[in-house]
Protein backbone atom coordinates (compact mmCIF):
# COMPACT_ATOMS: atom_id res chain seq x y z
CA UNK A 1 0.00 0.00 0.00
CA UNK A 2 0.99 3.70 -0.93
CA UNK A 3 0.29 7.01 -0.25
CA UNK A 4 -0.98 7.61 -3.46
CA UNK A 5 -4.04 4.97 -1.97
CA UNK A 6 -5.08 7.40 0.17
CA UNK A 7 -7.32 10.49 -0.31
CA UNK A 8 -4.97 12.96 2.26
CA UNK A 9 -5.51 16.82 2.48
CA UNK A 10 -3.07 19.19 2.64
CA UNK A 11 -1.50 19.82 5.87
CA UNK A 12 -2.11 23.39 5.77
CA UNK A 13 -5.83 22.55 5.24
CA UNK A 14 -6.24 20.20 7.85
CA UNK A 15 -5.07 22.96 10.23
CA UNK A 16 -7.60 25.40 9.12
CA UNK A 17 -10.67 22.95 9.30
CA UNK A 18 -9.41 20.98 12.46
CA UNK A 19 -8.06 20.64 15.55
CA UNK A 20 -6.11 17.94 16.65
CA UNK A 21 -6.11 15.57 19.77
CA UNK A 22 -3.85 12.77 20.77
CA UNK A 23 -2.81 10.83 23.20
CA UNK A 24 -0.10 8.58 23.75
CA UNK A 25 0.59 5.00 25.22
CA UNK A 26 4.23 4.34 25.74
CA UNK A 27 5.10 0.68 27.00
CA UNK A 28 8.77 0.52 28.26
CA UNK A 29 10.17 -3.20 29.20
CA UNK A 30 11.83 -3.23 32.05
CA UNK A 31 15.67 -4.57 32.64
CA UNK A 32 14.87 -7.02 35.22
CA UNK A 33 17.00 -10.38 35.16
CA UNK A 34 13.54 -12.17 35.17
CA UNK A 35 10.01 -12.02 34.05
CA UNK A 36 7.30 -9.93 35.87
CA UNK A 37 5.55 -13.10 37.34
CA UNK A 38 8.00 -15.56 37.16
CA UNK A 39 11.60 -17.02 37.39
CA UNK A 40 11.93 -17.36 34.06
CA UNK A 41 15.09 -15.32 32.41
CA UNK A 42 14.62 -11.66 30.98
CA UNK A 43 17.35 -12.06 28.71
CA UNK A 44 16.88 -10.47 25.04
CA UNK A 45 18.03 -12.37 22.16
CA UNK A 46 17.96 -16.21 23.00
CA UNK A 47 17.27 -18.86 21.39
CA UNK A 48 13.23 -18.61 20.37
CA UNK A 49 11.07 -20.41 23.52
CA UNK A 50 14.23 -21.06 25.28
CA UNK A 51 13.41 -18.67 28.59
CA UNK A 52 9.73 -19.96 29.58
CA UNK A 53 8.50 -21.46 32.61
CA UNK A 54 4.67 -22.86 33.37
CA UNK A 55 3.76 -19.47 34.52
CA UNK A 56 4.73 -17.59 31.00
CA UNK A 57 3.22 -20.62 29.17
CA UNK A 58 -0.18 -20.57 31.06
CA UNK A 59 -0.19 -24.59 32.31
CA UNK A 60 -2.58 -25.39 34.80
CA UNK A 61 -1.97 -25.21 38.19
CA UNK A 62 1.11 -22.51 37.73
CA UNK A 63 0.78 -19.75 40.10
CA UNK A 64 2.61 -15.60 39.31
CA UNK A 65 4.39 -14.29 41.87
CA UNK A 66 5.25 -10.71 41.76
CA UNK A 67 8.75 -9.43 40.79
CA UNK A 68 9.74 -7.07 43.72
CA UNK A 69 12.77 -5.24 41.06
CA UNK A 70 9.90 -4.73 38.48
CA UNK A 71 7.79 -2.71 41.08
CA UNK A 72 10.51 -0.73 42.28
CA UNK A 73 11.60 0.39 38.71
CA UNK A 74 7.73 0.81 38.15
CA UNK A 75 7.72 3.44 41.05
CA UNK A 76 11.59 5.36 39.87
CA UNK A 77 9.77 5.54 36.80
CA UNK A 78 6.46 7.33 38.29
CA UNK A 79 8.59 9.23 40.37
CA UNK A 80 10.59 10.77 37.74
CA UNK A 81 7.43 11.82 35.65
CA UNK A 82 6.18 13.87 38.73
CA UNK A 83 3.32 11.08 39.68
CA UNK A 84 1.82 10.62 42.91
CA UNK A 85 2.70 6.71 43.89
CA UNK A 86 -0.49 4.92 45.09
CA UNK A 87 0.54 3.28 48.38
CA UNK A 88 -1.62 0.26 47.34
CA UNK A 89 -2.76 -0.55 43.83
CA UNK A 90 -4.21 -4.18 42.07
CA UNK A 91 -3.22 -6.08 39.27
CA UNK A 92 -5.56 -7.19 36.92
CA UNK A 93 -7.16 -9.28 34.14
CA UNK A 94 -6.92 -8.38 30.70
CA UNK A 95 -9.34 -10.58 28.64
CA UNK A 96 -8.08 -10.78 25.42
CA UNK A 97 -7.46 -13.62 22.28
CA UNK A 98 -3.98 -13.27 22.27
CA UNK A 99 -2.04 -15.79 19.92
CA UNK A 100 1.31 -14.89 22.00
CA UNK A 101 -0.02 -15.01 25.00
CA UNK A 102 -0.40 -18.80 26.11
CA UNK A 103 -2.95 -18.23 29.07
CA UNK A 104 -4.99 -16.02 27.00
CA UNK A 105 -5.11 -12.89 29.38
CA UNK A 106 -2.38 -10.28 30.37
CA UNK A 107 -2.09 -9.33 33.80
CA UNK A 108 -2.19 -5.58 34.04
CA UNK A 109 -3.56 -2.98 35.98
CA UNK A 110 -6.51 -0.99 35.00
CA UNK A 111 -8.51 1.01 38.14
CA UNK A 112 -5.67 0.86 40.52
CA UNK A 113 -2.48 1.94 38.48
CA UNK A 114 0.44 2.22 40.93
CA UNK A 115 1.28 5.67 39.42
CA UNK A 116 -0.76 8.30 38.42
CA UNK A 117 -1.57 12.25 37.95
CA UNK A 118 1.75 13.35 36.48
CA UNK A 119 3.85 15.38 33.83
CA UNK A 120 6.44 15.35 31.94
CA UNK A 121 7.73 19.00 30.18
CA UNK A 122 9.85 18.42 27.06
CA UNK A 123 11.67 20.96 24.64
CA UNK A 124 11.13 21.38 20.78
CA UNK A 125 13.28 21.92 18.22
CA UNK A 126 12.92 25.88 18.37
CA UNK A 127 13.41 25.91 22.39
CA UNK A 128 9.83 25.81 23.08
CA UNK A 129 8.39 24.11 26.45
CA UNK A 130 5.54 22.01 26.10
CA UNK A 131 4.09 20.38 29.32
CA UNK A 132 2.68 16.65 28.52
CA UNK A 133 0.42 15.47 31.33
CA UNK A 134 0.53 12.05 32.47
CA UNK A 135 -2.85 10.15 33.43
CA UNK A 136 -1.21 6.96 34.75
CA UNK A 137 2.08 4.63 34.46
CA UNK A 138 1.13 0.67 35.02
CA UNK A 139 2.64 -2.39 35.39
CA UNK A 140 1.68 -5.27 33.38
CA UNK A 141 3.44 -8.45 31.49
CA UNK A 142 4.40 -8.37 27.85
CA UNK A 143 2.90 -10.60 25.48
CA UNK A 144 5.38 -13.09 22.96
CA UNK A 145 6.61 -12.28 19.58
CA UNK A 146 5.04 -13.80 16.28
CA UNK A 147 6.92 -14.49 13.53
CA UNK A 148 4.46 -14.08 10.18
CA UNK A 149 6.01 -16.27 6.79
CA UNK A 150 4.39 -16.49 3.57
CA UNK A 151 4.05 -12.91 3.10
CA UNK A 152 6.12 -9.86 1.30
CA UNK A 153 6.02 -7.74 4.32
CA UNK A 154 6.59 -9.89 7.59
CA UNK A 155 3.21 -8.74 8.86
CA UNK A 156 0.25 -11.05 9.22
CA UNK A 157 -1.48 -9.23 5.89
CA UNK A 158 -0.81 -12.11 3.14
CA UNK A 159 0.87 -15.08 5.68
CA UNK A 160 0.15 -18.62 5.21
CA UNK A 161 1.68 -19.39 8.90
CA UNK A 162 3.13 -17.92 12.19
CA UNK A 163 5.60 -19.05 14.38
CA UNK A 164 5.37 -18.00 18.32
CA UNK A 165 7.97 -17.36 20.65
CA UNK A 166 7.04 -17.05 24.38
CA UNK A 167 10.53 -15.73 25.60
CA UNK A 168 8.60 -11.87 26.00
CA UNK A 169 5.87 -13.60 27.10
CA UNK A 170 5.83 -12.52 30.85
CA UNK A 171 8.21 -9.86 30.21
CA UNK A 172 7.73 -6.94 32.60
CA UNK A 173 6.25 -3.83 31.07
CA UNK A 174 5.67 -0.40 32.15
CA UNK A 175 2.81 1.06 30.10
CA UNK A 176 3.07 5.24 30.56
CA UNK A 177 -0.61 6.92 29.32
CA UNK A 178 -0.80 10.27 28.44
CA UNK A 179 -3.78 12.96 29.35
CA UNK A 180 -5.65 13.92 25.91
CA UNK A 181 -2.52 16.45 24.30
CA UNK A 182 -5.07 19.67 23.00
CA UNK A 183 -3.93 22.93 21.54
CA UNK A 184 -0.86 21.60 19.26
CA UNK A 185 -1.98 22.68 15.76
CA UNK A 186 0.50 22.62 13.35
CA UNK A 187 3.29 20.99 16.03
CA UNK A 188 1.13 18.36 17.02
CA UNK A 189 3.93 15.41 15.35
CA UNK A 190 6.50 17.57 16.61
CA UNK A 191 5.29 17.55 20.10
CA UNK A 192 4.82 13.51 19.93
CA UNK A 193 8.11 13.20 18.76
CA UNK A 194 9.64 15.25 21.47
CA UNK A 195 7.37 13.47 24.34
CA UNK A 196 9.19 10.28 23.24
CA UNK A 197 11.90 11.30 22.50
CA UNK A 198 12.17 12.84 25.88
CA UNK A 199 10.55 10.07 28.03
CA UNK A 200 13.33 7.43 26.22
CA UNK A 201 15.89 9.96 27.44
CA UNK A 202 14.51 9.63 30.96
CA UNK A 203 13.64 5.77 31.39
CA UNK A 204 17.46 5.21 30.01
CA UNK A 205 18.87 7.78 32.75
CA UNK A 206 17.17 5.68 35.32
CA UNK A 207 18.95 2.62 34.21
CA UNK A 208 15.60 0.28 34.40
CA UNK A 209 15.05 0.15 30.81
CA UNK A 210 17.59 0.58 27.75
CA UNK A 211 15.03 1.76 25.27
CA UNK A 212 15.78 -0.02 22.60
CA UNK A 213 13.13 1.03 20.00
CA UNK A 214 14.23 -1.07 17.31
CA UNK A 215 14.49 -4.22 19.27
CA UNK A 216 10.84 -3.51 20.92
CA UNK A 217 11.68 -2.78 24.77
CA UNK A 218 10.02 0.98 24.31
CA UNK A 219 6.65 1.36 21.85
CA UNK A 220 4.57 3.84 21.00
CA UNK A 221 0.69 3.45 20.20
CA UNK A 222 -0.47 6.89 18.76
CA UNK A 223 -3.75 7.86 19.01
CA UNK A 224 -5.62 10.56 17.29
CA UNK A 225 -8.66 12.23 16.72
CA UNK A 226 -9.48 15.39 15.03
CA UNK A 227 -12.51 17.45 15.71
CA UNK A 228 -13.76 20.74 13.79
CA UNK A 229 -12.42 23.87 14.80
CA UNK A 230 -14.23 25.24 17.88
CA UNK A 231 -15.96 22.19 19.03
CA UNK A 232 -15.24 20.99 22.62
CA UNK A 233 -16.20 17.10 21.54
CA UNK A 234 -13.44 14.96 20.95
CA UNK A 235 -14.14 13.09 17.03
CA UNK A 236 -13.73 9.58 16.69
CA UNK A 237 -9.73 8.18 17.35
CA UNK A 238 -7.68 6.04 16.06
CA UNK A 239 -4.45 4.33 17.47
CA UNK A 240 -1.60 3.22 15.60
CA UNK A 241 0.21 0.39 16.89
CA UNK A 242 3.60 -0.48 17.89
CA UNK A 243 5.75 2.50 16.24
CA UNK A 244 8.95 1.90 16.92
CA UNK A 245 10.75 4.84 16.13
CA UNK A 246 11.04 8.73 17.18
CA UNK A 247 10.56 9.82 13.09
CA UNK A 248 8.30 7.18 12.71
CA UNK A 249 5.79 8.18 15.75
CA UNK A 250 5.83 11.44 14.29
CA UNK A 251 4.85 10.65 10.80
CA UNK A 252 2.35 8.52 11.93
CA UNK A 253 0.33 11.42 13.53
CA UNK A 254 1.18 13.69 10.51
CA UNK A 255 -0.48 10.85 7.88
CA UNK A 256 -3.43 10.28 10.52
CA UNK A 257 -4.13 14.30 10.59
CA UNK A 258 -4.11 14.33 6.83
CA UNK A 259 -6.20 10.88 6.08
CA UNK A 260 -8.87 11.55 8.74
CA UNK A 261 -9.02 15.49 7.70
CA UNK A 262 -9.73 13.73 4.08
CA UNK A 263 -12.65 11.52 5.19
CA UNK A 264 -14.35 13.93 7.82
CA UNK A 265 -14.26 16.82 4.60
CA UNK A 266 -15.64 14.42 2.05
CA UNK A 267 -18.78 13.53 4.29
CA UNK A 268 -17.53 10.67 5.71
CA UNK A 269 -16.83 8.71 9.44
CA UNK A 270 -13.38 7.89 11.02
CA UNK A 271 -13.76 4.02 12.12
CA UNK A 272 -12.66 3.76 16.07
CA UNK A 273 -10.06 1.35 15.03
CA UNK A 274 -6.36 0.24 15.43
CA UNK A 275 -3.92 0.99 12.18
CA UNK A 276 -0.50 -0.20 11.38
CA UNK A 277 2.29 1.89 10.88
CA UNK A 278 4.60 0.96 7.84
CA UNK A 279 7.80 1.67 7.72
CA UNK A 280 8.16 2.21 3.88
CA UNK A 281 6.52 4.86 3.33
CA UNK A 282 4.96 6.73 6.51
CA UNK A 283 1.39 5.74 5.81
CA UNK A 284 -0.69 3.46 8.38
CA UNK A 285 -3.15 0.79 6.93
CA UNK A 286 -6.34 -0.83 8.82
CA UNK A 287 -5.86 -3.41 11.88
CA UNK A 288 -8.80 -4.25 13.76
CA UNK A 289 -11.94 -2.78 15.40
CA UNK A 290 -11.09 -0.92 18.35
CA UNK A 291 -11.86 -2.03 21.99
CA UNK A 292 -13.47 -0.68 24.80
CA UNK A 293 -12.50 -1.44 28.40
CA UNK A 294 -15.54 -3.01 29.07
CA UNK A 295 -14.80 -4.98 26.08
CA UNK A 296 -11.70 -6.44 27.80
CA UNK A 297 -14.08 -7.65 30.89
CA UNK A 298 -11.27 -6.17 33.62
CA UNK A 299 -11.85 -8.11 37.10
CA UNK A 300 -9.11 -8.26 39.89
CA UNK A 301 -6.51 -11.32 39.48
CA UNK A 302 -7.76 -13.59 42.27
CA UNK A 303 -3.79 -15.35 41.88
CA UNK A 304 -1.86 -11.75 43.16
CA UNK A 305 -2.21 -9.77 46.01
CA UNK A 306 -2.42 -5.92 46.18
CA UNK A 307 0.96 -4.20 45.60
CA UNK A 308 1.41 -1.98 48.48
CA UNK A 309 4.26 0.23 48.46
CA UNK A 310 4.27 2.32 52.07
CA UNK A 311 5.65 6.02 51.99
CA UNK A 312 9.12 5.68 53.47
CA UNK A 313 9.80 2.85 50.76
CA UNK A 314 8.64 5.59 48.48
CA UNK A 315 11.12 8.11 49.92
CA UNK A 316 14.21 5.53 49.81
CA UNK A 317 13.43 5.13 45.92
CA UNK A 318 13.56 8.76 45.52
CA UNK A 319 16.61 9.05 47.23
CA UNK A 320 18.55 6.83 44.42
CA UNK A 321 16.98 9.03 41.44
CA UNK A 322 19.84 10.08 39.31
CA UNK A 323 20.00 13.69 37.83
CA UNK A 324 17.32 14.36 35.80
CA UNK A 325 18.54 14.36 32.19
CA UNK A 326 16.87 18.18 31.76
CA UNK A 327 18.57 19.20 34.58
CA UNK A 328 21.94 17.71 33.84
CA UNK A 329 21.98 19.47 30.36
CA UNK A 330 20.82 22.96 32.26
CA UNK A 331 24.35 22.34 34.79
CA UNK A 332 26.68 21.08 31.79
CA UNK A 333 25.40 24.19 29.22
CA UNK A 334 25.88 26.68 31.95
CA UNK A 335 29.65 24.64 32.67
CA UNK A 336 30.42 24.50 29.14
CA UNK A 337 28.76 27.94 28.37
CA UNK A 338 27.19 26.65 25.22
CA UNK A 339 24.34 28.58 23.50
CA UNK A 340 20.95 26.62 23.48
CA UNK A 341 21.39 26.33 20.02
CA UNK A 342 24.84 24.09 20.51
CA UNK A 343 23.09 22.08 23.48
CA UNK A 344 20.11 21.29 21.29
CA UNK A 345 22.41 19.96 18.18
CA UNK A 346 24.72 17.85 20.41
CA UNK A 347 20.90 16.52 21.80
CA UNK A 348 19.59 15.95 18.39
CA UNK A 349 22.99 14.17 17.25
CA UNK A 350 22.77 11.86 20.48
CA UNK A 351 26.16 12.99 20.90
CA UNK A 352 25.81 14.72 24.23
CA UNK A 353 26.27 12.23 26.87
CA UNK A 354 28.80 10.31 24.96
CA UNK A 355 30.76 13.47 25.32
CA UNK A 356 29.82 14.11 28.56
CA UNK A 357 31.06 10.70 29.65
CA UNK A 358 34.06 11.63 27.57
CA UNK A 359 34.97 14.38 29.43
CA UNK A 360 34.42 12.44 32.60
CA UNK A 361 37.39 9.91 31.69
CA UNK A 362 39.82 13.16 31.51
CA UNK A 363 39.32 14.92 27.89
CA UNK A 364 38.37 17.88 28.04
CA UNK A 365 34.83 18.92 26.70
CA UNK A 366 36.24 20.81 23.73
CA UNK A 367 38.21 18.09 22.52
CA UNK A 368 35.66 15.41 23.17
CA UNK A 369 32.86 17.27 21.35
CA UNK A 370 35.38 17.62 18.31
CA UNK A 371 35.98 14.18 18.46
CA UNK A 372 32.51 12.77 18.31
CA UNK A 373 30.35 15.25 16.30
CA UNK A 374 32.99 15.64 13.70
CA UNK A 375 35.05 12.55 12.91
CA UNK A 376 32.72 10.18 14.90
CA UNK A 377 29.62 11.54 13.81
CA UNK A 378 31.16 10.64 10.19
CA UNK A 379 32.27 7.13 10.75
CA UNK A 380 28.54 6.74 11.67
CA UNK A 381 26.72 7.84 9.17
CA UNK A 382 29.41 5.83 6.69
CA UNK A 383 28.16 2.70 9.08
CA UNK A 384 24.08 3.56 8.72
CA UNK A 385 24.20 3.21 12.46
CA UNK A 386 23.04 6.17 15.16
CA UNK A 387 26.39 7.57 16.93
CA UNK A 388 25.60 5.82 20.77
CA UNK A 389 25.80 2.56 18.91
CA UNK A 390 29.32 3.14 17.13
CA UNK A 391 31.63 0.51 18.41
CA UNK A 392 34.06 2.55 20.16
CA UNK A 393 33.12 3.67 23.77
CA UNK A 394 33.75 7.15 25.40
CA UNK A 395 36.66 5.92 27.76
CA UNK A 396 38.59 4.80 24.22
CA UNK A 397 38.04 8.16 23.38
CA UNK A 398 39.24 9.81 26.17
CA UNK A 399 42.64 7.04 25.92
CA UNK A 400 43.06 8.62 22.63
CA UNK A 401 42.71 11.89 23.17
CA UNK A 402 45.16 11.60 26.20
CA UNK A 403 47.64 10.13 23.65
CA UNK A 404 47.47 12.80 21.60
CA UNK A 405 48.03 15.16 24.28
CA UNK A 406 51.20 13.39 25.21
CA UNK A 407 52.25 13.40 21.95
CA UNK A 408 52.25 9.69 21.40
CA UNK A 409 49.79 9.90 18.14
CA UNK A 410 49.19 12.42 16.20
CA UNK A 411 45.76 13.56 15.51
CA UNK A 412 45.95 11.52 12.10
CA UNK A 413 47.38 8.35 13.69
CA UNK A 414 44.50 8.71 16.78
CA UNK A 415 41.70 8.34 13.76
CA UNK A 416 43.71 5.36 12.09
CA UNK A 417 43.22 3.79 16.09
CA UNK A 418 40.09 4.65 16.13
CA UNK A 419 39.26 3.25 13.00
CA UNK A 420 40.92 -0.13 14.37
CA UNK A 421 38.76 -0.15 17.46
CA UNK A 422 35.12 0.28 15.50
CA UNK A 423 36.71 -1.97 13.16
CA UNK A 424 36.75 -4.56 16.34
CA UNK A 425 40.28 -5.20 16.48
CA UNK A 426 40.81 -4.80 19.96
CA UNK A 427 41.51 -1.97 22.67
CA UNK A 428 42.86 1.77 21.79
CA UNK A 429 46.59 0.11 22.71
CA UNK A 430 46.28 -3.19 21.55
CA UNK A 431 45.64 -1.27 17.62
CA UNK A 432 47.75 0.71 18.29
CA UNK A 433 50.83 -1.61 18.96
CA UNK A 434 49.23 -3.93 16.29
CA UNK A 435 49.39 -1.13 13.20
CA UNK A 436 52.67 0.36 15.08
CA UNK A 437 50.90 3.72 14.67
CA UNK A 438 52.74 5.37 17.90
CA UNK A 439 54.77 8.53 16.89
CA UNK A 440 58.22 7.93 15.56
CA UNK A 441 60.78 9.13 18.32
CA UNK A 442 63.85 8.31 16.78
CA UNK A 443 65.34 11.52 16.14
CA UNK A 444 67.97 10.02 13.69
CA UNK A 445 65.50 8.80 11.87
CA UNK A 446 63.31 11.93 11.66
CA UNK A 447 66.14 13.76 10.86
CA UNK A 448 67.11 11.86 8.41
CA UNK A 449 63.71 12.11 6.34
CA UNK A 450 64.45 15.88 6.94
CA UNK A 451 67.72 15.90 5.27
CA UNK A 452 65.99 14.26 2.41
CA UNK A 453 63.33 16.57 1.66
CA UNK A 454 65.35 19.69 2.21
CA UNK A 455 67.29 18.04 -0.80
CA UNK A 456 64.62 17.52 -2.92
CA UNK A 457 63.09 20.89 -2.80
CA UNK A 458 65.95 23.21 -3.08
CA UNK A 459 63.44 25.99 -4.21
CA UNK A 460 61.55 25.50 -0.91
CA UNK A 461 64.96 26.38 0.90
CA UNK A 462 65.92 29.25 -0.92
CA UNK A 463 62.75 31.30 -1.11
CA UNK A 464 62.70 30.03 3.33
CA UNK A 465 66.04 31.62 3.24
CA UNK A 466 64.62 34.77 1.11
CA UNK A 467 62.05 35.22 4.27
CA UNK A 468 59.28 33.28 3.45
CA UNK A 469 59.14 31.18 6.09
CA UNK A 470 55.30 29.94 5.24
CA UNK A 471 57.06 27.49 2.80
CA UNK A 472 57.64 24.70 4.78
CA UNK A 473 54.40 22.69 4.64
CA UNK A 474 55.82 20.65 1.52
CA UNK A 475 58.64 19.63 3.72
CA UNK A 476 56.68 18.58 6.62
CA UNK A 477 54.33 16.76 4.04
CA UNK A 478 56.91 14.73 2.60
CA UNK A 479 58.56 13.93 5.94
CA UNK A 480 55.32 12.84 7.47
CA UNK A 481 55.14 10.70 4.16
CA UNK A 482 58.22 9.09 4.42
CA UNK A 483 57.48 8.06 8.19
CA UNK A 484 54.44 7.16 7.18
CA UNK A 485 52.74 9.70 9.25
CA UNK A 486 54.13 8.63 12.73
CA UNK A 487 56.68 11.59 12.75
CA UNK A 488 55.47 14.41 15.56
CA UNK A 489 54.79 17.67 13.05
CA UNK A 490 56.45 19.76 15.96
CA UNK A 491 59.55 18.01 16.10
CA UNK A 492 59.43 18.06 12.36
CA UNK A 493 59.05 21.76 12.31
CA UNK A 494 61.69 22.55 14.86
CA UNK A 495 64.24 20.17 12.64
CA UNK A 496 63.37 22.13 9.65
CA UNK A 497 63.66 25.75 11.24
CA UNK A 498 67.13 24.19 12.93
CA UNK A 499 68.32 23.71 9.95
CA UNK A 500 67.52 26.14 7.58
CA UNK A 501 68.86 28.77 9.99
Known sequence: MTAATFDLMDYDEVLEKYDPVMGLEVHVELSTNTKMFSASSANFG????????????????????VNAKGVEYAIKIGLALNCSIAESSRFARKNYFYPDQPKNYQISQYDEPIAYDGYLDVVLEDGTEW????????????????????????????????????????????????????????????????????????????????????????????NLSLRPIGQKEFGTRTETKNINSLR????????????????????????METRHYQESDGTTSKGRPKETAEDYRYFNDPDLPPVFAPAEWVEEIRATLPE??????????????????????????????????TAEHGASADEARSWWVSYLSGKANEAGVPL??????????????????????????????????????????????????EVVRDDGAIEAAV????????????????????????????VMKATKGKADPAQVNQLIAKKLA
Open 46 to 65: DEPNSNVDPVSLGLPGALPV
Open 388 to 437: AELSITPEQVARIIALIGEGKLTTKLGRQAADGVIAGEGNVDKVIADRGL
Open 324 to 357: MPWLRRARIQEEWGMKDEEMRDLVNAGALDLIIE
Open 131 to 222: RVEVERAHMEEDTGKLTHLGGATGRIHGATASLVDCNRAGIPLIEIVTKPIEGAGARAPEVAKAYVAALRELVAALGVSDARMDQGSMRCDA
Open 248 to 271: SVEQAIHFEMQRQAAILADGGTID
Open 451 to 478: DEALAANPDIVEKYRAGNTKVTGAIVGA
